[in-house]
């Protein structure tokens, strides 16, 4: 007999405005598309940043530098970037296009459901659906803390669809911790790989900001960051260094580029489009290109629900493999 999906009761939470409304759309641009972007984390700390010009060579800067921000302005804007999501709850309804240089490309489908686990603690429920949409081919898990510590958790395989009362206090078989070796291991048939996902490289003190330049046509503001000596040491991680580009307007990551030792972009993730739905500026397409492989993988978000009351247990591990959230239609603003 099949069993009917439970219902999440999910309220909305006060919508209410303040009149500083640009403003307001301003921080809910680098919100949303910061958290939808890791996928699952949210910037939820703030990390002193060391913004000096360091001795050791760099990744040479892009060009058509222009009206440069002082030291002070650059670092007061990354921390108003780290600064955000902690408690903030939505769902992303997306679609994922993996798109090979060579041969058939495959769709899938899926959601990211944030909000905040404590006072001082974020979590993150990614799903991955493919044909079959009744059940996700994969379940992603994340917390992120004010200290920047991160967890993971990953299942793939089929869900039980057992409702939270009948679930046991232990994880279901099958349910892995995303450990170092899992971390750098490809999502389905992307490049992209859970780390990817996290871009805890957000938060690497080692951080210098570059200056302000055009990119396809949009002015941004540009920082390089490095990984700490001890994670270079202790990781496989094959990259030099990463660069962010931030939209100077909406403070909104525009696009991230994976740097070699050669000092050339590997890899690229892209903010091709925004939209504004209900009033927040959102993600609607972001691209995440190889240019190794020649391959793209392509975000597109369908729907969004604002504002929502979620019970805890979206946010255990206990979750993974026993259930798949549910939230009634009406909620959802679909992203035109």
Same mark, same amino acid.
């Given at each position: 007999?099949?069993?009917?999906?439970?219902?999440?009761?999910?309220?909305?939470?006060?919508?209410?405005?303040?009149?500083?409304?640009?403003?307001?759309?301003?921080?809910?641009?680098?919100?949303?598309?910061?958290?939808?972007?890791?996928?699952?984390?949210?910037?939820?700390?703030?990390?002193?940043?060391?913004?000096?010009?360091?001795?050791?060579?760099?990744?040479?800067?892009?060009?058509?530098?222009?009206?440069?921000?002082?030291?002070?302005?650059?670092?007061?804007?990354?921390?108003?970037?780290?600064?955000?999501?902690?408690?903030?709850?939505?769902?992303?309804?997306?679609?994922?296009?993996?798109?090979?240089?060579?041969?058939?490309?495959?769709?899938?489908?899926?959601?990211?459901?944030?909000?905040?686990?404590?006072?001082?603690?974020?979590?993150?429920?990614?799903?991955?659906?493919?044909?079959?949409?009744?059940?996700?081919?994969?379940?992603?898990?994340?917390?992120?803390?004010?200290?920047?510590?991160?967890?993971?958790?990953?299942?793939?395989?089929?869900?039980?669809?057992?409702?939270?009362?009948?679930?046991?206090?232990?994880?279901?078989?099958?349910?892995?911790?995303?450990?170092?070796?899992?971390?750098?291991?490809?999502?389905?048939?992307?490049?992209?790989?859970?780390?990817?996902?996290?871009?805890?490289?957000?938060?690497?003190?080692?951080?210098?900001?570059?200056?302000?330049?055009?990119?396809?046509?949009?002015?941004?503001?540009?920082?390089?960051?490095?990984?700490?000596?001890?994670?270079?040491?202790?990781?496989?991680?094959?990259?030099?260094?990463?660069? @962010?580009?931030?939209?100077? =307007?909406? &403070?909104?990551?525009?696009?991230?580029?994976?740097? /070699?030792? #050669?000092? *050339?972009?590997? +890899?690229?993730?892209? @903010?091709?489009?925004?939209? =504004?739905? &209900?009033?927040?500026?959102?993600?609607?397409?972001? /691209?995440? #290109?190889? *240019?190794?492989? +020649?391959?793209?993988?392509?975000?597109?978000?369908? =729907?969004?629900?604002?504002?929502?009351?979620?019970?805890?247990?979206?946010?255990?591990?206990?979750?993974?493999?026993?259930?798949?959230?549910?939230?009634?239609?009406?909620?959802?603003?679909?992203?035109?």
């Amino acid at each position: 007999m099949k069993v009917k999906k439970p219902m999440i009761q999910i309220p909305k939470r006060s919508t209410k405005k303040t009149s500083r409304e640009s403003d307001i759309r301003t921080l809910s641009t680098s919100r949303h598309f910061f958290s939808f972007i890791l996928f699952v984390l949210g910037a939820t700390v703030l990390f002193p940043c060391a913004l000096e010009a360091q001795p050791r060579s760099r990744p040479t800067a892009p060009e058509a530098r222009f009206d440069d921000l002082e030291k002070k302005e650059a670092e007061a804007f990354l921390e108003r970037f780290r600064d955000n999501t902690l408690q903030a709850s939505y769902v992303f309804g997306f679609e994922m296009r993996v798109m090979p240089a060579r041969g058939r490309g495959v769709t899938y489908r899926g959601r990211l459901w944030n909000g905040p686990v404590s006072s001082d603690t974020s979590g993150s429920l990614v799903e991955i659906f493919g044909n079959d949409k009744s059940s996700p081919e994969l379940q992603l898990l994340f917390h992120r803390n004010r200290s920047g510590e991160s967890q993971g958790w990953k299942f793939s395989g089929k869900v039980e669809e057992q409702p939270p009362e009948e679930w046991l206090d232990e994880i279901r078989e099958g349910v892995k911790i995303l450990d170092d070796d899992r971390l750098y291991e490809p999502l389905l048939e992307t490049d992209y790989s859970p780390f990817d996902l996290q871009m805890p490289f957000v938060f690497w003190p080692d951080t210098s900001y570059e200056g302000r330049y055009l990119l396809r046509g949009r002015s941004t503001y540009t920082f390089l960051v490095r990984p700490p000596e001890e994670f270079r040491a202790n990781s496989p991680w094959p990259w030099e260094a990463i660069r @962010l580009h931030f939209d100077a =307007e909406f &403070e909104a990551l525009m696009q991230v580029d994976w740097i /070699d030792g #050669r000092g *050339r972009d590997r +890899r690229t993730l892209s @903010l091709l489009e925004i939209k =504004e739905v &209900e009033d927040e500026w959102i993600p609607k397409t972001l /691209d995440f #290109r190889n *240019r190794e492989t +020649r391959g793209k993988t392509r975000f597109t978000v369908k =729907e969004v629900a604002f504002n929502l009351g979620f019970p805890p247990e979206i946010f255990t591990p206990l979750v993974l493999g026993r259930w798949s959230p549910v939230l009634d239609e009406d909620f959802f603003h679909p992203v035109q």
